[in-house]
């Protein structure tokens, strides 16, 4: 089954740092560029950055919002993906989305269930 | 940077059709990506590359892109479609391709 599912989410103190997990499973994770977005309740989506294939050298790329704080890695050899947190801030609060980008149609054709991340003292 | 505007509601009786519009400064140059998000789940691909439909997603659904609007069609709306909507492009005028949203638009089936 092509699923992709997060982790790690749960309440953080302002300043603080969280890293989530995303785990692929049932495609060629490796051959895959792979996306965090994520929402604010009640609010629509919003890109935070992505992290391209080894053969794309593994770059990355972040949201004006996040740069500098958060940062995207991946470990094949686990199929997973990873967000790291840091100097988070109250409006970070959100569920994160990992999602693939299927490169045939350059759109996300497979999300995660999302992880629920609340910055708050 | 770029910027998608949609419709923040869209309200139609079952059985009619359902137009949701994603603006944007020469939209029709782009490629647009549209996306079902029903409350409580992760949003699902319904329209790629303006017009095309993933397996699985039913012949009701549709897409056209030309000039500043790009438009996601409904046809025979069920209850079932009732959910948000967004529209989606890569706005390519910085170093690296950045994903846009549109803001989102809420579909009520009346």
């Known amino acids: 089954e092509v699923q992709l599912v997060e982790s790690g989410g749960g309440l953080v103190q302002p300043g603080g740092s969280l890293k989530l997990s995303c785990a692929a499973s049932?495609?060629?994770?490796?051959?895959?560029?792979m996306h965090w977005v994520r929402q604010a309740s009640g609010k629509g989506l919003e890109w935070v950055g992505r992290?391209?294939?080894?053969?794309?050298?593994?770059?990355?790329a972040y949201a004006a919002s996040v740069k500098g704080r958060f940062t995207i890695s991946r470990d094949d050899s686990k199929n997973t993906a990873y967000l790291q947190m840091n100097s988070l801030k109250t409006e970070d609060t959100a569920v994160y989305y990992c999602?693939?980008?299927?490169?045939?149609?350059?759109?996300?054709?497979?999300w995660g269930q999302g992880t629920m991340v609340t910055v708050s003292s | 940077s770029y910027v998608l505007t949609q419709p923040p509601s869209v309200s139609v009786a079952p059985g009619q059709t359902a137009r949701i519009t994603c603006g944007g400064n020469?939209?029709?140059?782009?490629?647009v990506h549209w996306y079902q998000q029903k409350p409580g789940q992760a949003p699902v691909l319904v329209v790629y590359?303006?017009?095309d439909r993933p397996s699985g997603i039913p012949e009701r659904f549709s897409g056209s892109n030309s000039g500043n609007t790009a438009t996601l069609t409904i046809s025979r709306v069920e209850a079932g479609d009732e959910a948000d909507y967004y529209c989606?492009?890569?706005?390519?005028?910085?170093?690296?391709?950045?994903?846009?949203f549109g803001g989102g638009t809420k579909l009520t089936v009346l």
């Open positions: 999602t693939r980008l299927y490169i045939t149609m350059d759109a996300f054709d497979i």
């Open positions: 049932g495609f060629t994770f490796s051959g895959s560029a």
């Open positions: 992290i391209r294939s080894k053969a794309n050298s593994y770059a990355t």
């Open positions: 020469n939209i029709g140059s782009k490629s």
């Open positions: 590359d303006d017009s």
């Open positions: 989606q492009v890569w706005d390519s005028s910085s170093d690296h391709p950045f994903v846009v």
